[in-house]
């Protein structure tokens, strides 16, 4: 009877269409919306995933995200040295500086500083150039999509991108591009400029403390957590691993931003307007149906059975607008690959959007189910 | 044994002010290897009555036993359960599903009643063959004229070998010679000794088919 289930469904091709692009929509905005937002909150903490070398960061205790620099004494590198577990620790500077483009506009960057002696913390993927060119005087290392965009020379309508050899100068010091890397791109857009730790220190305001972040590793076989409970009670400083760190920053643009809002209203939305498509055509489709399903209960089929019936139906139309919907969100993640759209769809939102779905098809299920439970079969003699 | 026996039986539609009775104490006894004709005019109790001895309707008073099995005194699951093995239903407006081929929707009984799907189906061509539709086996329903539709809903209704057959207003949508037509059906090819046919109407052409005549009225059998 499962077969001709899904030939009565098919059968009724508007109502069918109807319920496939309900679905179908409903499945695009939440996964679309859904990969946006994840999108959105992978760049707030990019860095540290790309900052792959450490896998502990040691910042002031009142750091509360990644961007929230307060900077530490130099001296407090040593101390984190000195503590058992602790393989090794570097120094590494983030901070904004103004660089002055040729056309003598000026674009904020966002500058990494590097240990001059081992850079650790260097980019995860360098295009072009040496890593170890970033030991030359006045040597950076430019991100590409900074170079191709925000840094790049505009002369009338052509773009020329900055490209290895050019100079910039940042905070009124000049500088020269030795490689291009590859890097996540960042929350705000703005170009990343690496360079070694001193130059960094020298090419910053001026301040009492430069050094952002310490960055740690912990020696094989000791378990990081307990490196960083142990460094932060030596040095009262906070430490956190890789991991601890990026939920650190998620946590606080999911508590302190409007994004989570604006996307959960969004994805709310999508699911609302599923069921009232999904719900209201399948509920219409039910009822179009309910004297075939009076005639198959007076004829002997159990109540079970066409509620078997009616479900089957329902995980149809919904594995299919699932998979439209998640199909069209991958497509359209895939043409704003090159823009400035933050996108990502990891295996947990394909699973969250089933589960949307089968919520939204189990609730327009329902209803008709409703329906067809209490369904006289005795209708089956109405002319 | 007999096929049907129905004694006082009682039913009646709403409450108080609102109340309509539907019937008022029917009794009424079917042979086996009998076709009763059922006639009366419109709101006479007929379909009714046929409701509750097809056993889709709970009557409020009153004994009907099928085959010996009273319908009333059997709970739900088990009354689904005898009246897909042993009634075949036969309905004015056919209530054939236009989404399925006419094979299709005579196969229904069958796999109700647990046959697998191609041996049900292959059963149902037979027997559409045998009411002279061969050609019409794999068509939807919505392709056929009223004849050809009504003998796919006899199809349907006779394809598990039920004791029973119940039919409302089978001739009702056709003209005077598919109407004589489907009732030849039903006598010839679906009443068997072991079988009884009611079939409810209000069409004079086909009283000649009848092996008896129940006029109701009122929601009371008169002769």
């Known amino acids: ?383 | 044994m007999l096929a049907v026996s129905c004694k006082n039986i009682k039913k009646s539609y709403g409450s108080d002010t609102s109340r309509v009775d539907a019937l008022r104490g029917v009794d009424l006894e079917v042979e086996q290897g009998e076709l009763l004709l059922i006639v009366g005019p419109s709101g006479s109790g007929k379909t009714t009555l046929l409701s509750i001895i097809a056993g889709i309707l709970q009557q409020d008073e009153g004994e009907c036993f099928v085959f010996g099995e009273n319908l009333n005194a059997l709970p739900n699951g088990k009354k689904t359960e005898f009246r897909g093995k042993n009634i075949g239903f036969v309905f004015q407006s056919f209530n054939l599903i236009p989404m399925l081929t006419s094979k299709e929707n005579a196969a229904v009984p069958l796999i109700l009643n647990g046959v697998p799907l191609p041996a049900a189906q292959e059963k149902a061509a037979q027997i559409l063959t045998r009411l002279g539709i061969p050609e019409k086996v794999d068509i939807s329903p919505i392709e056929l004229s009223g004849g050809q539709q009504q003998r796919v809903a006899i199809a349907r209704g006779c394809i598990h070998e039920p004791k029973l057959i119940v039919c409302d207003e089978p001739t009702a949508y056709l003209d005077h010679e598919t109407g004589r037509n489907v009732m030849e059906i039903l006598k010839k090819e679906v009443l068997k000794q072991d079988r009884a046919l009611i079939v409810v109407t209000h069409d004079p052409r086909i009283f000649d088919f009848a092996d008896r005549i129940v006029k109701m009225d009122d929601g009371k059998i008169f002769s």
């Open chain 1, 1 to 383: 009877m499962l077969l001709y289930a899904l030939k009565m469904l098919i059968g009724d091709k508007a109502k069918y269409i109807g319920i496939i692009l309900g679905l179908s929509f409903a499945s695009f905005i939440i996964s679309q919306q859904a990969a946006i937002f994840i999108g959105i909150m992978t760049r707030t903490c990019g860095f540290i995933t790309d900052t792959s070398q450490p896998n502990i960061w040691v910042v002031d205790p009142k750091v509360q995200y990644i961007d929230d620099i307060k900077p530490l004494k130099d001296t407090q590198v040593y101390r984190v040295r000195g503590i058992q577990g602790v393989a090794w620790a570097v120094p590494l500077y983030k901070g904004l500086i103004k660089a002055r483009l040729a056309n003598g506009n000026f674009q904020t960057c966002i500058v990494i500083g590097i240990d001059d002696a081992t850079l650790i913390g260097q980019p995860p993927k360098l295009i072009e150039g040496n890593i170890e060119d970033l030991r030359a005087p006045d040597a950076i290392i430019v991100n590409d999509v900074g170079a191709g965009d925000k840094l790049a020379h505009k002369k009338g309508d052509l773009t020329v991108p900055l490209q290895v050899g050019d100079r910039i100068e940042l905070n009124d010091n000049r500088t020269k591009v030795v490689g291009i890397c590859s890097v996540s791109r960042t929350f705000q857009s703005q170009p990343v400029v690496y360079m070694t730790y001193n130059r960094a220190l020298s090419i910053a305001p001026s301040e009492r403390k430069l050094l952002s972040f310490i960055l740690a590793r912990s020696e094989p076989g000791e378990d990081p957590q307990a490196v960083c409970r142990r460094i932060q009670e030596t040095t009262g400083l906070a430490a956190y691993t890789s991991d601890q760190f990026k939920t650190l920053t998620v946590d606080y643009y999911l508590r302190y931003t409007g994004i989570p809002i604006n996307f959960g209203v969004a994805v709310i939305l999508g699911f609302i307007i599923g069921c009232a498509i999904a719900g209201q055509t399948f509920y219409n489709f039910t009822m179009d149906n309910l004297r075939y399903f009076a005639t198959f209960k007076a004829m002997g089929a159990n109540t079970r059975l066409l509620v078997r019936m009616i479900l089957f139906q329902s995980i149809w139309v919904g594995a299919i607008g699932w998979g439209i919907g998640i199909g069209g969100a991958c497509l359209f993640g895939f043409l704003a690959r090159k823009t400035e759209l933050s996108f990502w769809m990891p295996w947990q939102l394909f699973l969250g959007t089933g589960i949307a779905m089968s919520a939204i098809c189990s609730i327009a299920a329902l209803i008709s189910v409703w329906k067809v439970r209490r369904v006289d079969p005795a209708i089956v003699f109405k002319s």
